[in-house]
């Protein structure tokens, strides 16, 4: 059984300018219980004597959630909509038993709102799908559904007023970088500047180190971030790294890339001591497997493997499609998002399965059904018997 949802104690203050305080929404007809109390804390934060600055209400004085109640609320919420895509956990174990809780680990590039309603182009998406007061349900549903241990997004605009409080409650401690020159800012009625955030369960583990990382590319400081976290179990005392990251887009970019992939690679070559501590890295690399940037990840020094790739019939091929958008350009599909891990001290268990053509639909991604044009990805991780010289 994996780890339980529990309160969590006092994390860090986190600052960001007021352009990131929007009103939390009420969901659905009446206002939410939760989300008034979310609301209320928010509003009696340090926030209003500086208005400079927005401060992270205390989790100290908020109660914890029970995931259930918040998934009711949720699907209370988007009654409306069609319900929820099932999708199945492939078994990828093999013979080594593990004697502790698998690590669940969920990886998933949200969408970020601004974009999403003011730059993306989604032409098949009806407006009314990508409203925050449902989609941020949505999103939440997709959370609650799988109940990450460590769960590690892109493009977060509503770090503040929505997934740092909420998820603290149920028992997880995040952390946000935001990219230094956000596209969100340049739409109309932004939430502030979109970002990486990690979050882990705090009853399971305990923050080593952690750092935020702007990626250079060709010796310049770049607009793309990564966050790596040395995290110990608190059941087997193994530590490993936990890295996010979300490389730069679109086509003509690929050296681009290759050198901020390098620029990761080199951080957390240093982090994990030469890869005596085991990494899982979560991303949207914005490269399909044929790009330079993969092909480092594949051949580098720490020893990874691209956890999808079990889910092939060879074991060695990407699934087809990791994110499908219809835009104003034409259609778009491709394998873009990965989680990469230490193939020498970790073993993948099991994975989540994608969505198929027929659950997507014609009309692509986003949509009533699903909150993002990317899918999240999931997977559960065991430690494989301690090798010598490992942490």
């Not at 908020?62 to 259930?68: G, H, V």
């Not at 080594?96 to 998406?125: T, Y």
């Not at 914005?286 to 493997?305: C, D, Q």
Request: aromatic share 10%.
């Amino acid at each position: 059984m994996r780890g339980s949802w529990g309160p969590k104690p006092t994390a860090k203050k986190e600052f960001l300018k007021t352009s990131l305080v929007q009103k939390v929404c009420s969901m659905g007809h009446g206002t939410s219980r939760l989300y008034s109390a979310l609301a209320k804390t928010l509003n009696s934060s340090t926030a209003s004597q500086h208005p400079e600055y927005l401060v992270s209400p205390d989790p100290e004085h908020l109660e914890p959630i029970d995931p259930k109640e918040l998934l009711e609320e949720c699907r209370a919420v988007l009654h409306t909509r069609p319900p929820r895509f099932q999708r199945d956990f492939v078994d990828l174990r093999t013979d080594h038993p593990s004697s502790h809780p698998p690590i669940r680990v969920m990886q998933w590039n949200i969408l970020a709102q601004a974009l999403g309603e003011g730059k993306d182009n989604f032409v098949q998406c009806p407006v009314e799908a990508l409203k925050w007061e449902e989609r941020k349900c949505l999103i939440l549903e997709e959370i609650l559904a799988y109940q990450p241990d460590i769960l590690c997004l892109q493009e977060v605009d509503h770090y503040f007023d929505t997934f740092q409080p909420l998820l603290s409650r149920l028992g997880y401690q995040g952390t946000f970088f935001p990219k230094p020159w956000s596209p969100c800012l340049d739409v109309e009625h932004n939430n502030g500047p979109d970002g990486c955030a990690l979050f882990f369960l705090q009853n399971r583990f305990k923050l080593v180190n952690s750092a935020n990382i702007r990626l250079t590319a060709m010796t310049l400081k770049t607009n793309q971030v990564a966050i790596a976290q040395t995290l110990e179990c608190k059941e087997s005392s193994r530590q490993f790294c936990i890295a996010v990251t979300h490389l730069k887009a679109r086509t003509g970019w690929e050296r681009f890339r290759s050198a901020q992939g390098c620029d990761l690679l080199q951080n957390l070559q240093n982090i994990t001591q030469g890869a005596k501590i085991p990494l899982i890295i979560c991303g949207d690399f914005n490269a399909e497997p044929t790009e330079e940037v993969y092909k480092h990840f594949a051949s580098s020094s720490l020893n990874l493997n691209s956890a999808y790739k079990l889910l092939s019939a060879d074991g060695q091929s990407e699934p087809p499609y990791t994110t499908w958008k219809i835009r104003t350009s034409g259609e778009c599909r491709h394998t873009l998002d990965y989680i990469w891990y230490s193939k020498h001290a970790l073993s993948v268990r099991s994975a989540l399965d994608l969505l198929t053509e027929e659950q997507i639909g014609p009309n692509r991604l986003p949509s009533f059904n699903y909150p993002s044009d990317h899918l999240s990805l999931v997977c559960d991780f065991s430690f494989n018997e301690e090798p010598d010289g490992l942490l």
